[in-house]
């Protein structure tokens, strides 16, 4: 058996990516990362090989592994993050809390926009900002914030500077002003053009390649090593690794870290949602727990289904599953029947309770395939509702029309993000990454 992984390894790219090792019925056990697939993958099946106490076992486990490739080793490092908090695999002991990699992000919308390190972009506070990420290095990108602001000379405070402030004149700054770090619009230091020139043109900059300032930076450092200025040169040298490390990054709404992107990031929102579906839906009773269905079809060919559950407005992981649908062909309808059946099968027999509301992502279609499953069941669900893309429309159980809402109702935004994160769900890795192939499990 390690001989043939061994050869199969052994035809894999020099390149960096993610693997994932599964057991005899084809389950996803441990994922990891490579900078070197063939020669990582490799070491596993050598007859010396030795993984250490927690690890060693795993190979008595394994059967056969798949590989994704992936740009560089920033990549493989979100990707082997996302798979991990997605398929939870036994073996892996690490990535399963609820860490995050941080963003950057800047405050569009005020007088004087703020340029912030943080793991939770969607925050109210950050609404509307510009935001890039997720990066690998937390470190690296504090680093490089710290220098560019004796650049950009933007403000980090969490101080709100309005233009027409006259108090502002009166103000003390802080140090950072004193060493030439910030220009101070809190004590009308700087005019507001001025000050969102600045900013404007550092985003540019984080949205370019860089190599600018990088080719004048290593130049000065060539030069203080000349000089046998160490010191100096060391400090340029981490500066350039910090500045380097931007380019070390996802971008926002790739589903990297759709726990820190969605509508979920700000607790109360899903409130002010949950009382508006309530009334929406009619229902005497607050909504205490929402479950989505979801059906894919993974690269035209096996198709699965998704069941996400969120109480009180937040994703309760524990409770997701995946389901290999086992109807023959692309047949949504069949396959929604089928999920839902497998699903509610205990609480359509009375042995445990049904959510409070039930969404099926799709249109009319969708819901009536639900229903028809439901129908055979002897306890019915108090409500089932599906979402259609494109035109966002809810349809409800029972009622003739569909529900046309504004855009920015909250209850729309919050069976919008629960409709998303079931779709994400069921796409799992495979949408994670790109649309590149992987496989699907239960």
């Known amino acids: 058996m390690r001989a043939g992984l061994a050869l199969k390894a052994a035809a894999l790219a020099r390149a960096p990516g993610v693997y994932l090792m599964k057991d005899a019925e084809g389950r996803v056990i441990y994922v990891g990362k490579a900078s070197r697939l063939r020669d990582r993958v490799g070491s596993y099946f050598q007859a010396s090989t030795d993984l250490g106490p927690k690890k060693q076992r795993l190979l008595d486990f394994v059967r056969d592994f798949e590989v994704i490739e992936c740009e560089g080793e920033w990549e493989a490092l979100l990707a082997e993050n996302r798979l991990i908090k997605d398929i939870k695999p036994r073996f892996n002991v690490r990535l399963t809390d609820d860490k995050t990699f941080p963003y950057l992000v800047v405050t569009m919308r005020d007088d004087f926009p703020g340029v912030y390190v943080t793991r939770s972009p969607g925050a109210e506070e950050f609404r509307g900002a510009r935001t890039f990420g997720p990066f690998t290095s937390a470190y690296a990108l504090r680093e490089a914030v710290t220098l560019l602001q004796r650049v950009f000379k933007f403000r980090t405070c969490d101080l709100e500077i309005r233009d ?82 931007l380019s070390e990054r996802g971008r926002i709404g790739e589903g990297w870290q759709p726990e820190t992107e969605s509508l979920f990031a700000d607790p109360a929102r899903p409130r002010k949602g949950l009382k508006a579906l309530q009334k929406v839906l009619g229902l005497a009773e607050p909504i205490r727990c929402m479950e989505a269905i979801d059906i894919a079809h993974l690269m035209g060919g096996e198709t699965v289904g998704s069941k996400v559950c969120f109480v009180d407005g937040k994703p309760l992981k524990s409770e997701y599953r995946r389901y290999r649908v086992r109807t023959v062909g692309n047949d949504d309808y069949a396959a929604i029947r089928e999920v839902v059946s497998r699903r509610y099968r205990e609480a359509g027999e009375g042995n445990e309770l049904f959510p409070e509301v039930i969404l099926i992502d799709g249109g009319l279609g969708q819901l009536h395939a639900a229903l028809e499953a439901f129908r055979q069941l002897s306890v019915k669900p108090p409500m089932v509702i599906s979402l259609a893309k494109k035109e966002e429309l809810i349809y409800v159980q029972e009622r003739a029309e569909p529900v046309r809402l504004g855009r920015e109702n909250p209850a729309l935004k919050l069976c919008q993000a629960i409709r998303d994160e079931a779709h994400r769900f069921a796409q799992h890795y495979h949408h994670v990454l790109r649309r590149k192939k992987t496989l699907g499990e239960d």
Do not use: N, W
Request: hydrophobic fraction near 40%; charge should be positive.
């Open 164 to 245: 027409d402030d006259p108090k502002r004149e009166r103000f003390r700054p802080c140090l950072l002003h004193a060493i030439g770090q910030c220009t101070a619009p809190c004590a009308a230091k700087v005019a507001r053009e001025a000050y969102r020139a600045d900013v404007d043109r550092f985003v540019r900059f984080l949205g370019s390649q860089r190599s600018e300032m990088l080719r004048e930076m290593r130049a000065e450092m060539e030069e203080a090593s000349r000089a046998l200025r160490f010191e100096k040169a060391a400090a340029l040298r981490d500066q350039i690794r910090a500045i380097e490390r």
